[in-house]
């Protein structure tokens, strides 16, 4: 019984951090078309706008995955991988409140990101940021 539970949820772990992994893919896919300039098709629509519903989609998915597996497993529990997720999706939401500071939901997502982020690299040092060993002049 107890391998039972251990196989279940190495499954479930896994299944997680794949579908963060989907999500950071898709956002790195269709993030460099949101700076590229356009032109507005015949309806008026730019071609960004799909891009950009694409990456705030998934990155609103990676805060709802990364949730649920610090819920479940605690965030010391961490793996890089959906650190690396949640730190991708932190990117497009710093472009949505660049592009429009008022955005409250888009201010608290980046938040959430960048706290959870601070407490990963709490219980995790190896994943803090480094400072370069040398300086340029």
């Known amino acids: 019984f ?3 539970c251990v196989s279940f949820a190495s499954k479930a772990t896994y299944d997680t951090i794949q ?10 896919l269709y993030r460099p078309m949101l700076t590229r300039p356009y032109q507005s098709d015949i309806e008026g629509q730019l071609p960004w706008s799909t891009h950009l519903i694409h990456c705030v989609t998934s990155a609103t998915a990676t805060i709802a995955i990364f949730d649920l597996f610090a819920r479940t497993y ?6 890089l991988s959906i650190s690396y997720s ?9 472009l949505q409140v660049q ?11 980046l938040d959430y990101c960048l706290h959870m ?3 990963v ?3 995790n040092p190896s994943k803090r940021r480094r400072s ?4 340029v002049n």
Do not use: E
């Open 2 to 4: 107890a391998f039972v």
């Open 19 to 28: 579908s963060a992994i989907f999500h950071t893919y898709r956002i790195l």
């Open 74 to 79: 605690s965030i010391k529990y961490c793996a």
């Open 86 to 94: 949640l730190y991708i999706a932190a990117s497009i939401f710093l």
């Open 99 to 109: 592009a429009l500071p008022t955005d409250m939901q888009a201010v608290k997502r």
């Open 117 to 119: 982020l601070h407490r």
């Open 121 to 123: 690299a709490v219980f």
């Open 132 to 135: 370069p060993s040398c300086t």
